[in-house]
């Protein structure tokens, strides 16, 4: 397994080669196959988690059986930083969208390495305001946003992370379901469905089985605005 993807997360950024390899002899390797669940809402749990291949969604359930998807994160992106800092109940659930590799990191281990630190502090600290500001235009496009400019602002997101460019456009294998894809922008999967459609009728992308091709980047950018 190729280890140099640690280097794009704000953990890793800051440290030199010695002090990563050192890290990362603390950080135990594990596999889950597409579907599978690696904790749950509300399990208790201790440990920071890396992507190295794949991708992982985030997620919570309403009462009333509802889903609501948090984040899709791939190579490079870490989640479950909060139980660092509040070894409390996992506030989402995590599942893998495709079959992916991860490694953890534990609670005591970190611990260690933040004392006389500061680059790691500062990487974790990095990575949760992203988090709260990710949250805050979350919940300013729930309230000001109508559906087709949440969906163009999602595949924007999705491209920027997972998207391949050819001749033919922006080629997104984002790996989502309809209901998925839906669940990511708060919205029933009719309404999405209709947002892609006309998107596509524009020309501005084209669907294709769990993937999109953005032809036309600009357009879906002003759109999402």
Do not use: C
């Not at 280097?7 to 603390?26: I, K, M, Q």
């Not at 596999?31 to 749950?40: D, E, S, Y």
């Not at 309809?178 to 892609?196: D, F, I």
Request: net charge neutral; glycine share 8%.
């Amino acid at each position: 397994m190729d280890y140099s993807v640690l280097r794009h997360t704000p953990l890793f950024s800051a440290l030199d080669d010695e002090a990563v390899a050192a890290l990362r002899t603390s950080m135990t390797e594990s596999k889950i196959r597409r579907g599978a669940v690696l904790f749950h809402e509300g399990d208790s749990g201790d440990q920071l988690y890396v992507i190295l291949e794949g991708k992982i969604k985030l997620g919570r359930t309403a009462p009333d059986g509802r889903e609501n998807l948090l984040a899709v994160l791939g190579p490079g992106q870490m989640f479950g930083e909060l139980s660092l800092f509040d070894p409390g109940p996992r506030s989402a659930t995590a599942t893998a969208v495709i079959d992916t590799t991860l490694v953890a990191l534990a609670h005591a281990d970190l611990v260690r390495w933040l004392e006389g630190r500061p680059a790691v502090a500062h990487g974790l600290l990095t990575q949760l305001a992203s988090r709260l500001r990710k949250a805050n235009d979350v919940v300013a496009d729930l309230v000001f946003s109508d559906v087709p400019g949440r969906v163009a602002k999602a595949l924007i997101d999705l491209a920027s992370r997972f998207g391949r460019t050819a001749d033919d456009g922006v080629h997104v294998n984002h790996d989502l379901t309809q209901e998925e894809l839906a669940q990511l922008v708060g919205a029933s999967r009719e309404t999405v469905n209709k947002a892609l459609a006309d998107f596509a009728s524009r020309g501005w992308l084209r669907l294709e089985p769990r993937s999109v091709v953005i032809m036309d980047v600009d357009r879906l950018t002003r759109r999402s605005r």
